[in-house]
């Protein structure tokens, strides 16, 4: 359903006009793909345990004289009829709810909403991808029920060994990792974040595998080694039946943990660039930023070009400029070497900060001292983290020290090149006083930016369309010009972190239902189990109360440990994360994890429910 | 005053064909009596060991432990009178495969919360008693089935049950085994004086009652008493099953 409805957006032909709908409707593509493998995966795992749980039936169907073709085509006839069922519920539902998820999409990716229009072309998709989908599987269920020879068929089933066995080492081995990845995560600083990103994440993967194949049935093991508490009341039945679900389901367990907390971390992460781009006004000062580079002869056309635009949208503006001199440089003590370094004068950028309308309240720096010209609020931490860089100019032998960081944005980025790196920080080049600008200015290369300043950003959406490529020209290029356009350059950031958050939703919720069924799966091929031992323990004379609080415990620890873990996991990496951004993300954060708890907790419950009315079918 | 005490007891099951289970079935066990229930299939055997189990509703009639009517509780405290009150064997063993012997011995003891110590005892002394100390830390499914039934046996009298039931404890043993399980009931019988009421198919079983009772189509068809002599009583009742025309195939006197 979900498929179909991503597949209704994917061919909306209402989408296709809208500004940025190639990067959006590449991100949905993508959703589509990756849900299809997960959805192939899934239905693979699923057929293939019940398959299992049948084996016996199929022994008996062959010792029956069904010849294994036979068997071969009714069981793929079944799932060509239970895919096709599904199918078409699958679309039907998609079609009702289709005018929601519209509206729903629309408003994420901020744009109007969309008419509810349905393709051909979107149905055609979905029915081909899953019709193929299940007619893989099908025919790759005689490997899945692996032997066909009797005796195996129909003795299979009841034998299990819960002897647990464990290894104290591995046990251990699990907590230092999960903790010492824990530790390094929480003190990942803007600058080791990124060294630190795969070792960490490569041993909180294998920290959990171990927990849960190891740790945990340890901690039990250590239970039941304290009789006083064993030997208490139901714990002895408790605790041993978890010790079997925690070494049978470990490797299920692990899955769930995982996916869940890559869905977390990945529906945080678009959560929180979602509201990145609430800062975007910071990062662009100015909402028509070009420059001049030397030697352009366009530039009047150029300007009286977007100036003449404006006017004709009626848009008020005001027009700044500041020359950019570029100097050489022959050491410095950065760890990326520069060869040229663009220097603006203070009073330049004092000017240009007081007409994009912030507040101004920064000091010159002294002759020999040197601002750095911040090129996006993002790199500050990065920058304040490293030591003060310090130049020396290749024409004159001139020392220039790095005093501090310019306070804001003055010129947006693309504009210039860009200098330094990723582990130290970029920015755009250094505010040096007028003293010292007057005395360089003298046979350097000189290139003049001009900022236009409108009274909103979002007016400028669409201006300068001949000159920008998707509202920017960036340094690099080698046209003769560099130019930004803030509000072509703000729809394109806000479609597409709308779009990524959609299908991060979309997907994360793929996976969180898929990640519950698993769990819902393991709990239906082991009910035959737990009837049986239901029933010995009620003539036991265990009263209903206790065999619920029971069954509860056990559930609750299959739901909520993956869960909890997958929790603590992704709250380790948003810290991690928090480190890397300048704004907080603790909300989002926080969110996006109490959702996923509610929901998990009504599942839960609704699980529960069920289960207990199935265990208690064979009361009589 | 009797133990077990079973009055005009009748059991209908209702369907769309109503079938008479049990049909006024009257009986008594005193205190430190082994009592087999002999019948053929379909005779009301598990029928009337469910009613007295608690298991099952009687449609009239009634059953007396120990004094009490467990049949006028409500399901809670119908659990803790089985808990307390009543000891199971069943033809399957019924042993929680998540536990080993010995905490499927203590399993009634600690489910009414009895100090570790004390059970850590009982379930010893039981075991030796019933030569199943050397496996008291394996898992049912490593052990034998004689051993699995005598396990059960633990289970079913450690908490000093006024009643045992057992339903067709040798139903899955071999003879061997069936012997082991049978001495280990006279023993606990008449070590303990443990009242056991047994329902079985196998004269061989029955052969270790004081008494046997045979039912037929839901009602008490007759009685007979040990005496002196296992031999000839084992004789009595294999005539009398095939005087019921039941399933004589069951037996086999090789056995003794």
């Known amino acids: 359903m979900v498929f179909f409805v991503c597949a209704l957006f994917l061919f909306h032909p209402d989408l296709k006009q809208q500004v940025a709908w190639n990067s959006a409707l590449l991100v949905l593509a993508e959703a589509e793909i990756i849900m299809f493998v997960f959805c192939f995966l899934f239905v693979l795992y699923s057929v293939g345990s019940f398959l299992r749980s049948r084996k016996k039936e199929f022994g008996l169907l062959l010792l029956h004289g069904m010849t294994v073709r036979q068997l071969r085509k009714m069981v793929f006839l079944e799932n060509m009829l239970i895919g096709a069922a599904s199918l078409t519920t699958g679309i039907l539902s998609g079609l009702l709810t289709a005018k929601l998820f519209l509206m729903a999409g629309s408003s994420l990716l901020g744009i109007e909403a969309l008419q509810f229009h349905v393709t051909l072309s979107s149905i055609l998709l979905t029915v081909i991808a899953f019709l193929l989908l299940f007619l893989v599987i099908s025919l790759s269920t005689t490997m899945l029920l ?36 824990y530790a390094l995560a929480a003190t990942a600083t803007a600058s080791t974040v990124k060294v630190r990103m795969l070792p960490v994440t490569a041993m909180t993967i294998a920290g959990t595998y171990l927990f849960f194949t190891q740790g945990s049935i340890a901690l039990l093991g250590f239970a039941k080694g304290k009789l006083a508490l064993y030997w208490k009341k139901t714990h002895l039945v408790l605790i041993s039946n978890l010790a079997y679900r925690m070494k049978d389901n470990a490797r299920m367990l692990f899955l769930v943990t995982i996916i869940s907390t890559v869905t977390f971390c990945a529906m945080g992460v678009f959560a929180s660039i979602n509201r990145l781009s609430g800062e975007f006004a910071m990062d662009h000062p100015s909402q028509i930023g070009y420059l001049a580079k030397e030697g352009n002869e366009e530039v009047e056309a150029h300007l009286s070009g977007i100036s003449r635009e404006l006017s004709e949208r009626g848009i008020s503006f005001r027009i700044e400029k500041a020359d950019v001199i570029y100097v050489s440089v022959s050491s410095t003590s950065l760890a990326s070497q520069p060869d040229m370094l663009p220097l603006i004068a203070f009073s330049d950028y004092r000017q240009l900060v007081v007409s994009a309308g912030f507040s101004f309240n920064e000091h010159s720096p002294s002759d020999s001292g040197a601002l750095v010209l911040l090129s996006s609020q993002r790199e500050k931490l990065l920058l304040q983290g490293r030591k003060p860089a310090s130049y020396t100019l290749n024409s004159n032998g001139l020392q220039l020290h790095e005093t501090g960081i310019t306070e804001h944005v003055s010129i947006p980025e693309y504009l210039m090149p860009e200098l330094g790196d990723g582990l130290e920080g970029t920015f755009s080049g250094l505010v040096v006083s007028d003293a010292l600008f007057d005395k360089l200015e003298e046979g350097s290369k000189r290139e003049t930016y001009y900022a236009f300043y409108t009274d909103t950003l979002e007016q400028t959406a669409g201006v300068g369309i001949g000159l920008t490529d998707n509202g920017k020209m960036a340094y690099e290029h080698s046209e003769p010009y560099a130019m930004t356009v803030s ?121 529960r429910a069920r289960y207990l009315r199935n265990l208690q079918k064979a009361d009589h | ?249 069951h037996l086999s006197s090789v056995r003794l």
Not at chain 1, 146 to 165: E, F
Not at chain 1, 586 to 599: D, M, N, R, T
């Open chain 1, 146 to 181: 692996g032997s066909t020879r009797l005796i195996d068929l129909i003795q299979s089933g009841v034998k299990r060994d819960v002897k647990p066995k464990v290894s104290k080492i591995s046990a251990l081995l699990a907590l230092v990792l999960l903790l010492a990845s």
């Open chain 1, 487 to 607: 509000g072509t350059l703000y729809e394109i950031q806000r479609t597409t972190y709308g779009a990524l958050l959609f299908l991060a939703l979309l997907v994360g919720t793929v996976f969180f239902i898929a990640a519950g069924s698993f769990l819902y799966f393991r709990l239906y091929s082991d009910l035959e189990f737990d009837r049986r031992q239901y029933v010995t323990l009620s003539k036991l004379g265990v009263t209903r109360r206790e065999m619920e609080k029971m069954v509860t415990w056990q559930l609750s620890l299959l739901f909520f440990l993956p869960i909890g873990l997958a929790m603590v996991h992704s709250m380790f990496a948003f810290i991690a994360l928090q480190s890397y951004l300048f704004i907080s993300i603790a909300w989002e954060a926080g969110a996006i994890l109490a959702s996923f708890c509610l929901v998990q907790v009504v599942y839960f419950w609704f699980i």
């Open chain 2, 1 to 249: 005053m009797a133990v077990l005490e079973v009055r005009e007891l009748c059991k209908i099951y209702e369907g769309t064909i109503s079938t008479r289970a049990l049909d006024n079935v009257a009986f008594s066990l005193e205190q430190g009596e082994f009592v087999g229930i002999m019948g053929p299939s379909g005779s009301g055997k598990t029928s009337l060991l469910n009613v007295i189990a608690t298991i099952d509703e009687p449609t009239s009639g009634g059953v007396m432990i120990g004094g009490q009517n467990p049949h006028d509780m409500d399901q809670e405290r119908m659990a803790l009178f089985r808990r307390r009150e009543l000891g199971f064997i069943f033809q399957h063993f019924n042993l929680l495969d998540t536990l080993t012997v010995e905490e499927n011995i203590v399993l009634p003891l600690t489910l009414d919360g009895t100090p570790v110590l004390q059970m850590k005892q009982s379930a010893l002394e039981l075991a030796r008693r019933l030569d199943i100390e050397a496996v008291m830390k394996k898992y049912p499914q490593e052990i034998s089935g004689g051993q699995m039934q005598r396990t059960a046996i633990a289970r079913a009298m450690i908490h000093h049950p006024s009643l045992v039931l057992a339903d067709e404890p040798t139903g899955n043993l071999d003879s061997k085994a069936s012997k082991d399980v049978m001495e280990a009931f006279a023993m606990m019988n008449w070590e303990e004086r443990t009242t056991i009421l047994m329902v079985t198919h196998d004269a061989f079983a029955a052969s270790f009652c004081h008494r046997v009772l045979f039912i037929k189509d839901g009602r008490l068809y007759n009685e007979i008493y040990r005496g002196e002599n296992r031999q000839a009583f084992f004789q009595k009742i294999i005539d009398m099953m095939s005087l019921l025309g039941g399933d004589t195939h």
